[in-house]
């Protein structure tokens, strides 16, 4: 059973599964770039001024305690959350942070999800279904998106350095934040990249707003439909399209439900000008 044999299924799962993969990437890093940085301010400020329990015998116990309990912070909206190493004053903004940060998420997912479907229909196999993907990438909410990411790096790093104490900030500050870029950079890297993927979707080159091209059907697989989101489809579709126009098309026929229509697939995905073609060969 193929995906065209499950239309709505197969679009379901797609937009809530590959389509918003940057989405769940981001959040994952930024939940774990939140608690870290909290934890390395907590140990470099707070926790060396606190008593450990008993039952904690070494540092290593201890900095495990100290980050289990602001992992559990982060999800808890008590102002005076106390943990067992780890005992807020009033002051628990990691909760309403990570609180912000999944609301976010969380109307991106639906944005994604209803706009693709209302524009697109349920057809993930569609030409009209990859003209509404790409449409969503382009609006003015995926680009507030993607800005409200970024921005949440600055609130991390601007939230610790607003709790640490005047004495802290001028002894320890450099070689705290140096400290936890040595260690934790890959997050830093992941939530920076899926923020500007969002910001910055990749625009085809082809014409692919028309009717005609909206009543085009593809070939995408389970397997495509899993490991693929569309603007990457559309990537193969471009570059398809371009080997088509220079004689090649093999890549385009395979990408086809209807190998047969691909004559009238290049007729209609003409490119935007006669100066981009020989550039995108070059590129190829």
């Known amino acids: 059973m193929g995906s065209s044999d499950v239309p709505v299924l197969a679009s379901f799962l797609h937009l809530v599964l590959v389509e918003v993969a940057p989405v769940y990437a981001f959040y994952i890093s930024f939940i774990d770039m939140l608690c870290q940085a909290f934890g390395f301010w907590y ?3 707070v926790g060396f001024k606190r008593d450990a329990p008993s039952e904690i015998q070494n540092v290593g116990e201890y900095a495990a305690c100290v980050f289990d309990d602001i992992w559990l912070a982060a999800f808890s909206l008590n102002w005076h959350w106390k943990g067992s190493c780890v005992e807020y004053e009033g002051w628990n903004v990691t909760g309403y942070i990570n609180l912000s940060c999944v609301l976010v998420c969380c109307a991106t997912v639906l944005w994604t999800g209803f706009f693709t479907a209302y524009r697109g229909g349920t057809d993930v196999c569609s030409g009209r279904f990859l003209v509404a993907k790409m449409q969503v990438e382009r609006s003015w909410f995926y680009k507030l998106i993607g800005i409200c990411m970024v921005a949440y790096i600055a609130v991390i790093f601007v939230g610790v350095f607003f709790f640490l104490e005047q004495d802290d900030r001028e002894h320890i500050i450099g070689k705290m934040f140096e400290n936890f870029l040595m ?8 939530v920076a990249y899926s923020a500007v993927s969002l910001a910055a979707p990749h625009d085809p080159k082809f014409e ?25 489809f559309v990537v193969r579709l471009e570059r398809a399209v371009l080997y088509g126009h220079a004689g090649f098309r ?17 007729r209609i995905c003409a490119f935007r000008s ?3 073609l020989p550039l995108l060969m070059n590129a190829c």
Not at 208 to 232: G, K, N, P
């Open 43 to 45: 140990l470099w400020t």
């Open 183 to 190: 260690y934790q950079l890959a997050p830093v890297i992941v």
């Open 208 to 232: 692919y707003e028309s009717e005609e091209f909206r009543e085009l059907r593809f070939r995408r697989s389970w397997y495509d439909l899993i490991s693929e989101r569309s603007i990457a």
């Open 250 to 266: 093999s890549e385009l026929e395979h990408l086809l439900m209807e190998p047969a229509d691909v004559d009238h697939v290049l």
């Open 274 to 276: 006669d100066e981009q």
